[in-house]
């Protein structure tokens, strides 16, 4: 079986146990569930609010460098820091935050391997304990990795160019849902999904505990719905975050070096005026 | 949109997972500490899986436009 192409990006639940204390390594939990860290969450573990810590106020995007920084610096993040980050969901907004973190710049961070559910599967120790690390002074000095992120024109200037995977459900994708069926079913002007897309739904890269795949199961499943990573890849989904999971498996995991995430995705696309759509 | 709820016994904070008709997983709730649980799938057919440590259940339930309340039981 053939080995992920960065497999350092991901630790297991035995390794997280083991440097519970590790003052080399700040644990950071991001969840859709904004409650999960208060009710109980992992020992010297801090959290980051997936929308108010992460997303810029009041426009539709992300913190910059600086905001980052600051995020990082707040959670005695320095330059020796790993940065571990796990949520539930199957890592779902964790993924989220790990692609933000290489897209500003930030490499020394990695992923909890099936993230909170496996911790718990596992029957883990889980505290409400909230720690306190001293602020540093680390800044990010790396450029914006711009290649990681697909703007709009960017995907317009696409269309009939890129493989584009669409990695919503096949109901949203089909445009019988607007979003998932655990969520309210706000979205965008029309369903549908851009012309030509693939649809390989973010979990099936999951297994049922929410660890990853093997490589080889991996590999099989983006190559036979035709993502072979010979060009150019953008993954969208309906607000980015699912995306981040792919593009983090197409990336990182599977080593498929131009893959960027579309984070406008369908509520942006899907609510363009006079764009292509397909059912 | 009908509502899928359910309650799990001895599900106090399960995993609960939504998959569809092709097996793909959909999403994923917390049971509360009760082992209740709230979902909102289309009319179709769906699998409901409850992780617990030690433990994995599995139910088929089939929704139309009414809302729909199943038990899990141990």
């Known amino acids: 079986m053939a080995e992920f192409a960065n497999p350092g990006i991901l630790v297991g639940t035995e390794w997280m146990a083991a440097h519970l204390d590790d003052r080399d390594v700040r644990i950071i939990e991001v969840d859709e ?3 999960a860290y208060e009710k109980g969450h992992i020992r010297n573990s801090l959290a980051w609010n997936w929308f108010d810590d992460l997303h810029a106020k009041p ?4 913190v910059g460098q600086a ?3 600051r995020l990082l610096q707040a959670a005695g993040v320095d330059e020796r820091t790993t940065v571990i980050l796990y949520g539930g969901n199957n890592n779902w907004f964790a993924t989220y935050a790990y692609w933000l973190l290489r897209y500003l710049g930030f490499d020394n961070v990695k992923l909890l391997n099936g993230g909170r559910k496996r911790w718990e599967l596992d029957g883990r120790e889980l505290t409400t304990d909230v720690p306190k690390f001293g602020p540093t002074t680390l800044t990010i000095t790396n450029p ?6 697909a703007m709009r024109e960017q995907v317009l200037d696409s269309l009939d160019k890129v493989c584009f995977v669409d990695v919503r459900s096949p109901e949203e994708y089909r445009g019988e849902m607007m979003a998932p069926a655990h969520l309210p079913q706000e979205s ?7 012309p030509g897309a693939r649809n390989v739904p973010w979990s099936r890269a999951a297994n049922e505990d929410g660890t990853f795949k093997s490589y080889d199961e991996l590999r099989d499943l983006y190559g036979t719905a035709g993502v072979s990573g010979e060009g150019p890849v953008i993954a969208y989904c309906r607000i980015g975050e699912r995306s981040a999971h792919t593009w983090l498996v197409l990336h990182e995991l599977l080593g ?19 764009v292509p759509v397909e059912w | 949109m009908p509502r899928l709820t359910g309650t799990i016994e001895n599900g106090s904070g399960a995993f609960v997972q939504l998959r569809d008709g092709e097996g793909d997983f959909v999403g994923e709730v917390r049971a509360d500490d009760e082992g209740r649980f709230t979902l909102y799938p289309i009319a179709g057919e769906w699998t409901v899986i409850c992780l617990t440590p030690n433990n994995r259940r599995e139910q088929h339930v089939d ?10 039981s141990a």
Not at chain 1, 188 to 194: F, K, N, Q
Not at chain 1, 266 to 274: D, F, H, I, Q, R
Not at chain 2, 63 to 72: K, S, Y
């Open chain 1, 33 to 35: 569930d904004v409650m």
């Open chain 1, 59 to 62: 426009r539709r995007d992300y």
């Open chain 1, 67 to 69: 905001e980052m920084s």
């Open chain 1, 144 to 149: 914006v990795r711009a290649e990681l992120r």
């Open chain 1, 188 to 194: 965008a002007m029309v369903p549908g999904h851009i």
């Open chain 1, 256 to 274: 498929i070096a131009n893959v960027a995430n579309y984070d406008g995705s369908w509520t942006e696309y899907g609510s363009l005026v006079g």
């Open chain 2, 63 to 72: 929704m139309g436009n009414e809302d729909v309340d199943i038990r899990v």
